[in-house]
C-alpha cells in the first residue's frame, strides 16, 4: 500500500520543527504520471506492463520507511506511515 502521510522533522529533539506532510493529496497525480511511464516505457524498453508494476513496488516499499541524516549543523528526520 502507497504511504498516505509523512512525518518530517528538522532540528533536534528539543528544539525543531515537525511538520505531517499528507501524501494522500498526490494521489490525483499518480494516473498522469502512469501515462508519461507508460509512454516512455513504450518508446524505451516496450515492457508498459514491467514498468508500470515496478513503479508500483517502488512506491508502496515506502511505507514504513525511516530516513534519519545527521550531521553537527542539523537533523533531519523522516518517516513514512
Do not use: K
Request: hydrophobic share 60%; proline share 7%; net charge positive.
Amino acid at each position: 500500500m502507497i504511504p498516505y502521510l509523512a512525518m518530517v522533522r528538522v532540528g533536534g529533539r528539543r528544539r525543531g520543527i515537525r511538520l505531517w506532510l499528507p501524501l494522500f493529496l498526490l494521489w490525483p497525480l499518480v494516473p498522469p504520471f502512469a501515462v508519461v511511464l507508460a509512454v516512455a516505457a513504450a518508446v524505451m524498453t516496450r515492457n508498459v506492463a514491467a514498468a508500470l508494476r515496478t513503479a508500483w513496488q517502488l512506491a508502496s516499499g515506502c511505507r514504513g520507511m525511516h530516513i534519519e541524516v545527521d550531521s553537527p549543523e542539523i537533523a533531519l528526520r523522516i518517516r513514512f506511515i
